[in-house]
């Protein structure tokens, strides 16, 4: 065999060669690598995660981890902790890219009772543990630099929609929160609590009383304008919700569910029971959500000093100015709830 042939069997035998590694290279990398059937799925990598740690999570979403792990090394892949989204028939190329790109996470809250409700609602959402929300939100120093206590720390956290990568620590959820909390109290909202005789934490106090009275927004200023009037002549405020607080927080079962206030209940002992403490309790008793507090800055003025639940429109109150109609009041929602056998 002369030169010239050997030469082209071996440039053929190359071009072969090559032929063949593309192949494989495009096999590997670009050919459909997904076995889930909706359309995206989301992968969590957790902080501190090593490479097979991340293969592990990936596993369940493809049909070949042998091909996603080829490209992973070739681009030199390394974990970063975070929430990655992966879309239905993506190639391995693609599913490798995907994993460098941690995207937000959108977490909401409202409604909570405690620091710990919270804290189980937002570590549903997100990467720390409900104890590392709980220890970031009731630091002393955390809470005193922001102007409040443990027992108001629930002020600090205003019920909305925000955004989070995953992975965020619970101290840089706490400070993100902490800073919406100023934003929230401009100036406006700042004069209007001052023009009431009250602080932010005391409006927030006042405000989680009114959302628990009435889910009707469009009722709560004038609840909170009742509430404001008892304070304004020194009359406890005497709220029921106050009171049912007072019953979780001394059983330690906040999930138990109380339908009926009776009037044994309200000798609870208890500094947030108002029937027999004047004044504001001394921390909140729930999470107002933003119209609640609005509620309370901007209640009209009128002489309404009772309101009672309103057996004819459920969900409502009926309003009253003295005694003696609060009675009249009272006593047809009694027998209303009676009738229907409403015990607890």
């Known amino acids: 065999m002369n030169a010239k042939k050997i030469f082209t069997l071996v440039a053929v035998s190359g071009v072969f060669v090559a032929l063949a590694i593309s192949a494989y290279l495009y096999y590997m990398a670009f050919t459909a690598n997904t076995s889930f059937s909706q359309n995206e799925v989301y992968v969590y990598i957790p ?27 070739k681009r030199n892949y390394t974990p970063k902790p ?96 902490a ?6 109290w401009n100036h406006e909202r700042l004069a209007k609590a001052e023009a009431k005789g009250l602080t932010p934490v005391q409006v927030a106090i006042l405000a989680a009383i009114v959302h628990k009275e009435t889910a009707k927004v469009s009722e709560r200023p004038t609840v909170a304008g009742v509430y ?11 709220a029921d919700p106050t009171v049912i607080f007072a019953i979780k927080k001394e059983s330690g079962n906040f ?24 004044g504001l309790p001394p921390g909140l008793i729930a999470m107002p959500d933003i119209s609640a507090i609005d509620a ?4 009209p003025k009128h002489d309404y000093l009772y309101f009672c639940a309103s057996p004819e429109r459920p969900g409502y109150h009926e309003f009253a100015a003295n005694y003696a ?9 009694s027998e209303w709830v009676n009738k229907l056998g409403i015990e607890r």
């Not at 609602?121 to 809470?143: G, Y």
């Not at 800073?179 to 929230?184: A, C, P, R, V």
């Not at 999930?255 to 309200?266: C, E, T």
């Open 255 to 278: 999930d138990q569910i109380i339908k009926r206030v009776f009037y044994n209940d309200l000798k609870i002992n208890s500094p947030y029971n108002t029937y027999l403490n004047t």
């Open 179 to 184: 800073k919406e909390y100023q934003k929230f």
């Open 296 to 299: 309370v800055l901007n209640a």
């Open 47 to 73: 902080t501190d995660a090593t490479y097979e740690m991340v293969l592990e999570e990936v596993k369940p979403f493809v049909t070949d981890i042998d091909k996603f792990d080829f490209v992973a090394q």
């Open 325 to 333: 109609q609060h009675q009249i009041n009272a006593k047809k929602y």
């Open 228 to 238: 404001l009037n008892r304070l304004a002549t020194g009359m406890p405020l005497q």
């Open 82 to 177: 975070g929430k990655y989204l992966l879309k239905k028939g993506s190639n391995s190329f693609a599913l490798v890219r995907a994993m460098y790109a941690n995207i937000p996470v959108k977490v909401a809250f409202n409604n909570q009772e405690t620091i710990n409700d919270l804290a189980v609602r937002l570590s549903a959402q997100l990467e720390p543990s409900v104890a590392s929300f709980e220890t970031a939100f009731t630091d002393s120093t955390f809470l005193a630099n922001n102007n409040l206590n443990k027992e108001a720390a629930l002020a600090l956290f205003i019920p909305n929609t925000y955004e989070f990568y995953w992975n965020t620590s619970a101290q840089k959820v706490a400070d993100k929160l």
